[in-house]
């Protein structure tokens, strides 16, 4: 492989719409079955029991971790509880369109990643300068979902 291809990638999957942690799931679930090793950090998804943590227990921790930093979904409007935002600069994660990590540092952080390692980021409302800086950007919209029909979350679909 040239040394082109073996370039760490930034991925952000962002947007309103249903998926951008299922496809980081996929890209990770992926990566194992190729060798990589995976670190997955969730903040905002907080304490509730996730499927996906399940599933990485069973591939192993040396293989695919979950971390969860946060204390459960973030509001999107006013400013943010203090607890909160500890918990993203411990993280550093992406929040920055909530107001929890400010822009420069995680702009910083991924300018200095080592060159092989990929970060996949996700998250509705990602900043004009982060996709500027990311390789791959996609976005999630929005068409239909149960939730308008008065469907709850269901497991091993939401979460």
């Not at 679930?29 to 060798?35: D, E, I, S």
């Not at 905002?44 to 921790?61: D, F, N, T, W």
């Not at 996700?122 to 900043?127: E, I, K, P």
């Amino acid at each position: 492989m040239a040394e082109e291809e073996k370039k760490g990638l930034i991925i952000v999957h962002t947007g309103a719409g249903k998926g951008k942690t299922t496809a980081a799931l996929g890209l990770a679930l992926r990566a194992v079955g190729n060798g990589l090793r995976v670190l997955m950090v969730q903040f905002i998804k907080g304490s509730r029991r996730y499927g996906e943590q399940e599933a990485a227990k069973l591939l192993g921790e040396e293989k695919f971790a979950i971390r969860v930093m946060g204390r459960g979904y973030v509001k999107s409007t006013g400013p943010p509880a203090p607890a909160d935002k500890a918990a993203a600069e411990e993280a550093w994660a992406y929040a920055i369109s909530y107001g929890l990590v400010g822009l420069e540092p995680v702009l910083e952080a991924l300018r200095q990643k080592p060159a092989e390692v990929h970060v996949i980021l996700t998250g509705r409302n990602a900043l004009a300068e982060l996709l500027e800086l990311a390789d791959l950007v996609t976005e999630m919209r929005e068409v239909k979902h149960p939730y308008q029909k008065g469907v709850k979350a269901q497991p091993g679909i939401e979460y």
